[in-house]
């Protein structure tokens, strides 16, 4: 994995799968309750894989697979609950956390929102924007923006 | 014994009935289901508040419709099953409150059930009581299960599991990367007939040496489908989508029936159902009829209808229930997404 970083970006090239899920887990073991991460990128770019390694870093219980067609999977942990929403299916430019019937206080929560970017972004002033890209060579090129003490940790 | 089921764990309100005779089989009485799909297009996607207000507002009418068509009054049944988990928490609550209602009026007694247990259920409508054993191969939008099945009130095992997307959410997303409308399994089923099957190596996942034998995953086949199609984007040659349609269809039957099969010998069962919304699917259904023959394995695969969700799969698996002398669920019963798969287990 290579990584640069500066004071707003902090950017990276994930060769293998493993080196997202190693990113994740990174990133999981930096954050706490209450902060919001959005990821973005195609279909296939890695968002649940990543999502995988964030589950690991925070040690939460319960398998993390794609939430697409739940919407959201709530999984309990010591540190912190992790909230796995997908709004891949969601429609709606009104849509707020609570529409999603998350039976879970977000403020204990680690959010993380797959396909949440250009929506999900009212809901916390602060979150962290994850962009992932396929490249043709399948290298995936990942930017992360906000919650600069996160970035500034990794 | 005569059994009502409601199911509204997902998009649909389904409110079944069946008869339970003496020998363990059952008399489908009404199947009513009143979807919200066609309101979550108007929004353009799903919105977890307005499934649950439509199961609200579907839920009397359905219900009326159910009890008309099997000339009953709710006073003539024997008791209520529900829907309580798993599925998505605020649509799940509407059914439970529901039930919850209609079993106090009635005094009639209420029982909360799994709805992937219901799947299985679902098929001894159709086919009759269960063999003491037998493999349930579970596939839609949003599971993709393997299931052995050792009395469906007694004790049924997940042996397998997808760890990224369900089958069903692979065929919507691929769906979408050619363009195609939703829900994405009937318009591949479709475009696949035209192409062939062989025409790309798509990758079968999770079928190394080292892998999980009996977990699926359908993340990387989404991907190498995108990944493929952007190639060939990329040299401005037409998508023949036909084939890419065909091969992928391949890549998901060969997977899911080699691993079931495989599944079945290793437990030592001669029985396998597979049930589900993507049960429908034709070749998943033409390649598992060809190697369950092979393997001497009977299949069962309940009609369509009976495959997607529904509330007589629900009234079924609560007439096992009933029948096996289980006890009611509490007043306090309440919607849970992670509810095991036997009842009151």
Not at chain 2, 148 to 174: F, N, P, Q, R, S
Not at chain 2, 258 to 278: F, L, N, P, W, Y
Not at chain 2, 294 to 306: D, K, S, Y
């Amino acid at each position: 994995m290579e990584a640069g970083v500066n004071t707003a970006v902090w950017t990276a090239e994930l060769a293998e799968p493993e080196d997202t899920t190693a990113l994740g887990r990174r990133l999981g073991a930096l954050l706490g309750r209450g902060d919001l991460v959005l990821l973005s990128g195609p279909l296939g770019a890695g968002k649940t894989v990543l999502v995988k390694g964030i589950a690991e870093g925070l040690g939460v219980r319960g398998r993390v697979s794609s939430p697409t067609f739940v919407i959201s999977r709530v999984h309990p942990g010591e540190r912190a609950t992790l909230v796995h929403v997908d709004a891949y299916r969601l429609g709606g430019d009104a849509l707020e956390l609570d529409d999603l019937d998350l039976d879970t206080d977000l403020e204990d929560a680690v959010v993380v929102i797959e396909w949440g970017e250009g929506f999900a972004e009212r809901l916390a002033e602060d979150h962290l924007l994850v962009r992932i890209d396929r490249r043709p060579d399948d290298v995936r090129e990942v930017s992360l923006t906000g919650l600069p003490h996160i970035l500034k940790a990794l | 014994m005569i059994v009502l089921g409601i199911e509204t764990s997902c998009d649909e309100t389904g409110v079944g009935i069946v008869r339970r005779h003496a020998d363990g089989t059952l008399e489908l009485l009404a199947d009513e289901v009143a979807s919200s799909v066609e309101e979550h297009a108007r929004f353009g996607g799903v919105v977890p508040e307005i499934a649950s207000r439509a199961h609200l507002q579907a839920m009397a009418p359905t219900m009326r419709r159910a009890l008309d068509t099997a000339g009953l009054e709710l006073s003539t049944v024997d008791a209520i099953a529900v829907t309580a988990g798993p599925g998505l928490a605020g649509a799940l609550m509407v059914g439970v409150a529901a039930a919850k209602a209609y079993s106090t009026a009635s005094g009639k007694p209420l029982y909360g059930v799994n709805h992937l247990a219901g799947h299985v259920a679902a098929d001894t409508i159709e086919h009759g009581p269960l063999p003491p054993r037998c493999l349930a191969l579970l596939v839609s939008g949003g599971h993709s299960q393997l299931l052995l099945v050792e009395g469906l009130t007694e004790k049924i095992t997940e042996i397998g599991a997808t760890i990224d997307d369900a089958a069903g959410e692979a065929y919507d997303k691929v769906a979408r990367i050619l363009g195609l409308p939703y829900p994405g399994g009937p318009p591949i089923d479709k475009l696949a007939k035209q192409g062939n099957p062989r025409a790309i190596a798509f990758p079968r996942g999770l079928t190394g040496q080292r892998d999980a034998p009996f977990d699926f995953s359908f993340s990387g086949l989404k991907t190498a489908v995108a990944r493929w199609v952007e190639k060939h984007e990329a040299t401005g040659a037409e998508i023949p989508l036909a084939d890419v349609a065909a091969s992928f269809q391949e890549a998901v039957a060969d997977v899911l029936t080699a691993k079931a099969i495989r599944a079945a010998r290793e437990h030592e069962v001669d029985t396998m159902v597979i049930s589900g919304g993507v049960a429908a699917n034709s070749r998943l259904g033409e390649l598992a009829r060809e190697r369950c023959a092979e393997a001497g394995i009977t299949l069962r695969v309940p009609r369509p209808r009976l495959c997607t969700d529904n509330g007589a799969m629900i009234a079924a698996l609560g007439a096992h229930v009933v029948a096996s002398g289980a006890k009611p669920s509490p007043a306090t019963l309440a919607a849970d997404t992670s509810l095991p798969l036997v009842y009151g287990s």
